[in-house]
């Protein structure tokens, strides 16, 4: 896209969760799965579809969000007791 602003932000987004694996196993999804989401995202981006892309792009994320969820709600429940 020769976007400098979103290769920061990517970078940025890489090195978290380069962190995130180094603290908690976040237990990888399938990567065929993975790669889908990817392609979906592209697609949609390439047709210019920005309501796609935001959906598509929600759906990847959710799926990091949920398998990262449990993590940290086991971790804050330790701490708290």
């Known amino acids: ?35 889908s989401q990817h392609h ?3 697609e949609a981006v390439a047709a210019a579809d920005g309501a796609r892309a935001v959906r598509a792009m929600r759906t990847h994320f959710d799926g990091i969000r949920n398998r990262l ?11 708290s007791v």
């Open 40 to 42: 979906e995202i592209v």
């Open 69 to 79: 969820e449990p993590q940290s709600v086991s971790e804050s429940e330790s701490v």
């Open 1 to 35: 896209l020769d976007n400098h602003l979103l290769s920061e932000v990517l970078d940025a987004f890489w090195a978290a969760m380069d962190r995130v694996r180094e603290d908690v196993d976040d237990g990888h999804q399938d990567p065929s799965v993975t790669c």
